[in-house]
């Protein structure tokens, strides 16, 4: 099993920015690859980042250029830096983890909600 713990979640203003923190335990000899995830009110979940394969990362066309997808090997954590934070951008964001040999996400974080408002 891996445990999967979001942190870095609050308030911001209009264009600034957040850094969200996901801390992986367990098993994560059985992790390929890492993402993030978000959800807001109403609307399905969608993939913001992930890694592909290596160091290649992927965003969704919403984020492009302001999102920031990173790793920290050494503490089993993976980042999301958000600049230049709207409106749209509020949702619960999750970090989600994919084992050898899957194409979907088997384990998931509880979400840390992020809030764009003035």
């Known amino acids: 099993q891996v445990q999967l713990v979001e942190s870095g979640g609050g308030l911001v203003q209009p264009g600034g920015s957040l850094r969200l923190s996901c801390a992986a335990s367990?098993?994560?000899?059985?992790?390929?690859?890492m993402g993030w995830y978000r959800q807001a009110p109403g609307k399905q979940r969608e993939l913001v980042a992930s890694?592909?394969?290596?160091?290649?990362?992927d965003y969704s066309d919403s984020v492009k250029g302001r999102f920031t997808i990173s790793r920290d090997n050494a503490k089993n954590t993976v980042y999301l830096q958000m600049n230049s934070l709207k409106p749209e951008d509020t949702a619960v964001y999750y970090c989600?983890?994919?084992?050898?040999?899957?194409?979907?996400?088997?384990?998931w974080g509880q979400g840390t909600q992020v809030t764009v408002s003035s």
């Open positions: 989600a983890a994919r084992r050898s040999g899957r194409t979907g996400w088997d384990y």
């Open positions: 367990g098993s994560i000899f059985t992790i390929v690859t």
């Open positions: 890694f592909i394969g290596g160091d290649s990362t």
